[in-house]
């Protein structure tokens, strides 16, 4: 690996001229500066930006866990990130802790030996890596919680409005006479202990509904766990007229299932989902969804993250965004029906 000592040796100047030749070329004299840049570009030299971080106490490195790199919110969520993150001067360093906060726990080690000046998280579920987190942030690392925030968490947090969001699909779909609506993910205050889940029983009570017992199920929002779980309940003798897929992915899993029971949306069974993602305005009928404005959510945590790294921030910042419904054609009264064929 080429040096800053093999860069010095072949422009005939010292290591002290050369490092400054990258650190303040306007003190150097444009001869002595050509000749390193020179020798720079010949050697194909890169600096070690992390030796540099370790000499200096900081790293200009700001790190992301996210729920799980195959989700197409925190794809968008990570870019605009490093976006913003970028023009304010930081890099990003992503990883993915599964939901989980025993996966979580590594992850934040590994993140904290590269010495990250503030850490962006979607938490997991679960407390094994509460009191890491704690010890990063008595360690000067600024956190920040995006997507969810666990009850009475101390840190900054972005989130979607999604006890609101919640409530509207529900409205929604009852404004149109649905009386049996199904969820793709029951609450669990260990195991699924997010708010959508947590507020569509809430909601359901409001709209003078009750969420029946054969539609609940606590498990992950995954798409194949969304799938299998489809499948199941449209096969109850008396299904949902409604399924409300609490993600993007969820949705697809259940899109999947009722293609394979030969159910029409929405002539046979109303699909409703959170996440506006490409695939919901491509089928057909497009699928009618709570959106997210996920880079908005972005630039607000970039902006809270940066104002905190600047000393400009002291308190915890909370911040709630509302969903926006899109209403494209998957959703329609309900027709009573018998259980399908397999």
């Not at 993140?111 to 000067?140: M, V």
Request: proline residues 7%; charged residues 25%.
């Amino acid at each position: 690996m080429t040096s800053i000592t093999d860069v010095a040796r072949l422009a005939g100047v010292s290591a002290t001229t050369a490092k400054r030749a990258l650190k303040e070329p306007d003190k150097l004299h444009p001869d002595t500066l050509r000749r390193v840049q020179d020798a720079i570009q010949s050697l194909h030299y890169e600096p070690d930006l992390r030796a540099g971080a370790l000499r200096g106490g900081q790293s200009r490195t700001v790190g992301l866990v996210i729920g799980s790199i195959l989700e197409p919110f925190f794809a968008q969520l990570a870019r605009t990130l490093a976006r913003e993150l970028r023009r304010g001067g930081y890099n990003l360093l992503i990883s993915e802790n599964e939901y989980q906060s025993e996966t979580e726990l590594e992850e934040l080690r590994l993140l904290y030996g590269q010495r990250i000046e503030a850490l962006i998280l979607r938490p997991g579920y679960g407390d094994h890596s509460r009191e890491y987190l704690e010890r990063l942030h008595s360690r000067g690392v600024t956190i920040l919680q995006i997507d969810y925030a666990p009850p009475g968490s101390p840190y900054s947090s972005v989130q979607l409005d999604n006890a609101a969001a919640t409530r509207e699909g529900v409205r929604y779909l009852a404004g149109l006479g649905h009386t049996r609506i199904a969820i793709t993910g029951q609450y669990d205050p260990l195991l699924h202990p997010e708010q959508r889940s947590q507020t569509f029983p809430h909601a359901m009570q409001e709209a003078g509904l009750t969420v029946r017992p054969e539609y609940q199920r606590v498990m992950f929002l995954t798409e194949d766990n969304a799938y299998r779980y489809t499948l199941d309940v449209m096969r109850l003798p008396e299904p949902p007229t409604a399924l409300f897929a609490l993600t993007g992915s969820s949705a697809a899993g259940v899109y999947r299932a009722l293609r394979e029971l030969g159910l029409r949306v929405p002539h046979d069974v109303s699909l409703l989902s959170f996440d506006n993602y490409s695939w919901t305005g491509l089928v057909d009928p497009p699928i009618d969804v709570l959106e997210q404005p996920v880079e908005d959510m972005a630039r607000a945590a970039a902006r809270t993250v940066l104002d905190a790294l600047a000393g400009h921030a002291t308190q915890p910042v909370r911040q709630l965004f509302p969903a926006r419904l899109v209403v494209r054609g998957s959703c329609a009264p309900p027709r009573d029906r018998t259980r399908p064929t397999p």
